[in-house]
């Protein structure tokens, strides 16, 4: 019995032959199916890493090229170098400004320049004589021949704006004139340099759809009266900023009916204008190709239809004696920014001169008659009792 006990602890270490081979076996696989899925987890984790590498470059803008350095345009047009050490590409016409009665700075306003093409330059010098008009055309911050801003704010507009006034000494007081996405630096004089201004006009200005002076009714209205495709634009830029730089330069879908070439976007009389405007092209239009996206367009929208720290709305009349001079042109049948919202904004400001042009779209400040219009209701006071001459 004693023998028969002694026997069983050696008894129950003995492992057949068999169990040790299937033993072995259960081991290997256990440590191939270990290395495997090691494996598969690296290249799962390298595929997601290659992913989010290829969405940041999608997503993230190439640097801009600065104008006159290496790669970069070359520098052409004369410039001023503002305090934070960049800058500002520029052009002056009319009388001299020691000599001129009034001077003004006209904004140009998306995918233009300094150089833009407006009729008044075509009769320049007798309507310059005739208003002693100093004018001082320039390349806001990322176009043209301008330095980038990556700070650039719609409050940062409005200090270019006087910096380079004052750089060229053109005076204590000055009048403005915002276009399209040039109005919202306009409006950013208004609020911030209000001292400096004599007079401002904004043609077929820009609208943030999102200004919460709105109502939501009229914005959503608005909305829907654009091209889908700038509709969407609008919103990506306002709700997913992140996205815009690779929503403007994909190609699977037009981004921005302007950028697309998508000419429903413009009237019949803005129709006769263009093929008017082509027969005498702009010689310094191809100048805006060679900056990237992120200078120009990118920039631009994100700031615009970004967050502002004031309402337009609520803006005070900077002009003595509770006199205006503050215009609002714009064109019936836009199709860019509605001429719903431009009443709309009007409504709420009581000083300022509105002026609707039947018929007219998006470009009218290119039409004929139409600029000197504009020059002189800001200049002297003339106020255009009909728009009855003002044609393509």
């Not at 191809?286 to 803006?315: I, N, Q, S, Y």
């Not at 900077?318 to 503050?326: K, Q, R």
């Not at 018929?359 to 600029?371: A, F, Q």
Request: proline share 8%; aromatic share 10%.
């Amino acid at each position: 019995m004693q023998e028969m006990q002694e026997a069983s602890p050696s008894s129950s270490k003995k492992i057949s032959a068999a169990a040790a081979r299937a033993h072995t076996r259960r081991n290997r696989a256990t440590t191939s199916n270990s290395s495997i899925k090691g494996r598969l987890n690296s290249i799962s984790v390298a595929l997601t890493v290659g992913a989010l590498g290829w969405v940041y470059q999608s997503l993230k803008p190439p640097p801009p090229k600065i104008c006159g350095s290496p790669g970069g345009p070359p520098i052409t047009s004369p410039r001023v170098q503002l305090r934070d050490g960049r800058h500002l590409a520029y052009k002056e016409m009319g009388v001299a400004k020691e000599e001129a009665k009034h001077k003004l700075v006209i904004i140009h306003g998306f995918d233009n320049s300094k150089d833009i093409n407006l009729p008044i330059q075509q009769i320049f010098q007798e309507l310059m004589e005739e208003l002693s008009l100093y004018v001082l055309t320039f390349d806001r911050a990322g176009y043209g021949e301008s330095d980038p801003y990556p700070s650039r704010s719609v409050k940062s507009e409005a200090y270019d704006i006087e910096e380079l006034a004052d750089k060229l000494q053109i005076g204590s007081k000055f009048y403005v004139m915002g276009i399209s996405m040039g109005a919202y630096p306009a409006y950013s004089c208004l609020k911030y340099i209000p001292h400096r201004l004599a007079g401002v006009a904004l043609v077929v200005p820009f609208v943030h759809y999102w200004w919460p002076c709105l109502p939501a009714n009229l914005s959503r209205d608005g909305l829907q009266k654009l091209l889908p495709m700038d509709s969407r634009a609008f919103r990506v830029a306002y709700y997913a900023p992140w996205l815009f730089h690779w929503w403007m330069t994909q190609k699977w879908f037009p981004s921005l009916s302007l950028t697309a070439g998508n000419m429903a976007v413009f009237c019949p009389q803005d129709m006769e204008m263009i093929a008017e405007m082509s027969k005498s092209p702009n010689p310094h239009q191809a100048k805006l190709a060679e900056r990237e996206v992120f200078d120009t367009l990118r920039h631009d929208f994100l700031v615009g239809f970004g967050d502002w720290e004031f309402d337009p709305t609520e803006l005070e009349n900077p002009f003595p004696s509770n006199t205006s001079n503050f215009h609002i042109w714009q064109g019936y049948e836009d199709r860019v920014v509605p001429f719903q919202l431009q009443r709309f904004i009007s409504g709420k400001l009581p000083w300022i001169r509105y002026h609707e042009v039947p018929e007219g779209g998006h470009l009218i400040v290119h039409y004929n008659g139409l600029g000197e219009a504009v020059l002189k209701s800001l200049l002297v006071g003339e106020d255009p009792l009909t728009l009855d001459h003002v044609k393509p």
